[in-house]
């Protein structure tokens, strides 16, 4: 069996695809809204305790809409429906399996890893059971036979950390909800309701509700538990990002950039979460969405008046990543996760004054990267809490996280006892960190780009240096990390977003400021092109 000849067919790369090119047209040929679906508990059963409450809003009631012996059945309340999870024995043991071919900490850098399996014609498919990780297509690769000629063929060409990943239930969490003193048990439910509001409460007697426009669905994932799925307008779920993610009391300009880029940010990725059946999370993995109890009327005028306006680079929406803070500088792509380069994500000085030259000063070489971390004045973050930091770990703690960091990814390097020395090999133009080696007792590995963060706790961003300190004793303690910004820092900033709003800048300066060489229009201009 020859795995490297298996292609894609055409259907399964529409498939794949279709949701997002789909999304886009929709939105851009009609005068209604794109409805987006965002996975707003996305491992519900994983904790059986666990409970929710949905509720009508006042003088309103809900729609359930489910099926019965093949049919579809309605039932219409104004009262309370709670969501209960409960354990059923099974009959008969559980096997479930899949190969694990990579394991990763950005959605990014999963699908830089799905295109080059799929390049040597393996299917995928994308998973977050925990960290991401890039499963083998499990409806191609569904009996243990083919599962295992599969990993025999890519580790025989030196893919040695692929593995199969073997989970025996005995048990399954299932799930319930309860109108009144009647029950019912089903795995697919819909929710609406005669307002498009539905409030949700994390726990059946909890005082704080979140209130989320449009649908709600239950349905199962991937991971052997359900998720609590929002369908939501698109122009309504931005009333439950941009206020969490950059503050209602944020400056003007700067809520319309942040409205602008997480319209961007949303349809651009609606891929994400296909393994699941939905489209976008609610947390940091996506864009932070709450639902529209913390809508204000700031952030309400600023997506009102960019309603429909997307960030373009030659005329396709851009990839808009942005972070809290960049420590001064912003990134590359590809100092962050491997995959084609955006020529619109590049180290920017982050700030409006003339402080830095990044063409005569490289970041790349480290004592002109400690000279610019030693800098505080002058950067449009130099009040911000997480612009400049300074970290100390005991080698004690940065052995057990690295240690369970490699075992994950089932490194044999998991099995290290001891550091001898970490140094930084290789830095980007924009500083941050590209290669880092860590020498131990049984050899020297490698770190490369994001994964750094997942294998330290302390470094809160990859612009950083190291500091060896021996507190008075021989040896080395452990090292200070010394550095700059929260996040992966490439794109726009959201506090230096914040400064230059107040510096008088408007949203279409601040964007072209972070994201050079691109363009807001609208999705119908887009579309006639």
Not at 5 to 29: C, K, V
């Amino acid at each position: 069996m020859n795995i490297w000849i298996w292609r894609f067919s055409s259907g399964i790369l529409t498939a794949l695809f279709l949701p997002f090119i789909t999304s886009t047209y929709t939105y851009a040929n009609t005068t209604g809204d794109v409805e987006l679906s965002v996975g707003i508990v996305q491992k519900f059963g994983e904790d059986p305790q666990r409970q929710f409450k949905l509720e009508p809003t006042n003088g309103d009631f809900l729609k359930l809409k489910f099926k019965k012996k093949g049919k579809d059945q309605t039932l219409v309340t104004a009262n309370p429906v709670n969501l209960e999870i409960s354990t059923a024995k099974l009959s008969d043991t559980k096997i479930d399996e899949r190969v694990v071919l990579g394991t990763f900490r950005t959605f990014e850098a999963a699908e830089d890893g799905a295109k080059k399996w799929r390049e040597k014609g393996i299917e995928v498919e994308i998973a977050q059971p925990e960290r991401w990780e890039v499963w083998a297509k499990r409806e191609v690769y569904n009996t243990p036979l083919l599962r295992r000629l599969l990993l025999q063929n890519v580790q025989k060409v030196g893919k040695k950390l692929a593995y199969i990943k073997t989970n025996i239930f005995k048990q399954e969490p299932k799930i319930s909800w309860v109108i009144g003193n009647n029950r019912y048990n089903r795995e697919h439910l819909e929710i609406s309701s005669n307002k498009n509001l539905i409030r949700v409460r994390s726990n059946k007697n909890s005082k704080r509700a979140r209130l989320y426009p449009g649908r709600l669905r239950v349905q199962p994932n991937a991971y052997g538990t359900y998720t609590l799925v929002n369908q939501v307008p698109l122009e309504k779920y931005l009333r439950g990002v941009v206020p969490y993610e950059i503050g209602r009391n944020a400056p003007k300009a700067s809520l319309e950039a942040q409205a602008v880029i997480a319209r961007t940010y949303a349809l651009r990725n609606v891929r994400r979460f296909a393994v699941d059946n939905y489209e976008l999370c609610a947390d940091t993995h996506c864009q932070v969405y709450f639902g529209i109890t913390g809508a204000s009327s700031s952030t309400d005028r600023a997506i009102a008046s960019t309603r429909g306006m997307v960030l373009t680079y030659d005329n396709k929406l851009v990839d808009a990543l942005y972070s809290s803070t960049t420590g001064g500088v912003t990134a590359f792509f590809d100092d962050v996760w491997n995959g084609t380069q955006r020529p619109y994500l590049r180290p920017i000085i982050d700030s409006h004054l003339n402080i830095w030259s990044l063409s005569q000063k490289s970041l790349a070489d480290e004592e002109n990267f400690r000279k610019f971390i030693s800098l505080e004045e002058g950067f449009n973050e130099s009040e911000q809490r997480w612009f400049r930091w300074r970290r100390e770990t005991s080698m004690e703690d940065i052995t057990k996280g690295l240690q369970k960091f490699l075992k994950v990814k089932n490194s044999p390097f998991a099995k290290f006892k001891q550091i001898n020395n970490i140094v930084v090999e290789k830095r980007s133009k924009g500083g941050r960190i590209l290669q880092l080696a860590i020498n131990t007792d049984i050899g020297t590995f490698h770190l490369h780009k994001d994964e750094v963060r997942s294998a330290f706790a302390a470094p809160v961003s990859t612009l950083f240096y190291l500091q060896p300190l021996n507190k008075g004793k021989p040896g080395i303690w452990g090292y200070a990390f010394v550095g700059g910004g929260l996040g992966h820092g490439v794109g726009l900033s959201q506090t230096g977003a914040q400064k230059l709003a107040k510096l008088g800048w408007s949203n279409d300066q601040i964007l072209k400021f972070y994201y050079p060489g691109t363009q807001i229009q609208t999705l119908n201009q887009i579309a006639q092109k």
